[in-house]
């Protein structure tokens, strides 16, 4: 599948290119982005490399991952302000299942840009003219409060906690998980938890 831009008033989601290697570098350094994330810790110049020029690319060519940088929305080559992608699992001709991930630039957090382009992402996945996803799953490490936010945005159903069920950096740690399932309603289902704190 070739990469396409997602847009609206507020967000526009372009593929990261060559040009996006330094940003990325610096935001994958920043401390709240290797707590809750997955990226090599430390981050360097050649992580950011590899992830713009093979994974990104191999993902979409593959058809197994897309990935997007957030971006500002008349800004066609503007600096990332955050990533947003959608895995696809699933043989030809069964029910697609996938997987949401982002995260968010620290000059970028409050401003609601991973909730609007996380809702970009997710409404062309489950459109049949998009990938037609089954489901699109979530989770998250317990305590990520802003990731579990934007899921609850979008009207993500929070299943619960499994224990030791992510991997970060050769450690299994305790996720949160979440589904949202075509025609669920976008919006949030339950209250916002109590013992969240504030945002």
């Not at 302000?81 to 995260?103: H, I």
């Amino acid at each position: 599948m070739e990469p396409f831009v997602l847009a609206t008033d507020s967000v526009r989601l372009s593929v990261p290119t060559a040009a996006d290697v330094e940003r990325v570098a610096e935001v994958c350094a920043d401390p709240e982005v290797a707590r809750w994330t997955t990226v090599p810790s430390p981050y360097t110049r050649g992580d950011a490399e590899a992830f713009v020029e093979r994974f990104v690319p191999d993902g979409w060519r593959d058809e197994t991952a897309f990935t997007w940088a957030v971006r500002a929305p008349a800004a066609s080559d503007g600096p990332v302000l955050g990533m947003v992608g959608m895995t696809r699992e699933g043989a030809p001709g069964t029910d697609l299942s996938g997987e949401l991930g982002y995260w968010c630039a620290p000059d970028a957090r409050g401003r609601g840009l991973i909730t609007e382009a996380a809702r970009l992402v997710v409404d062309w996945a489950v459109d049949p003219e998009g990938l037609g996803l089954a489901v699109v799953r979530w989770r998250a490490n317990v305590g990520n409060w802003p990731s579990r936010r934007v899921a609850w945005k979008l009207g993500f159903r929070y299943e619960g906690t499994l224990r030791r069920f992510g991997q970060q950096r050769g450690v299994l740690v305790d996720s949160w998980v979440g589904s949202y399932v075509p025609h669920d309603p976008r919006v949030p289902n339950e209250p916002w938890p109590v013992e969240a704190p504030a945002a």
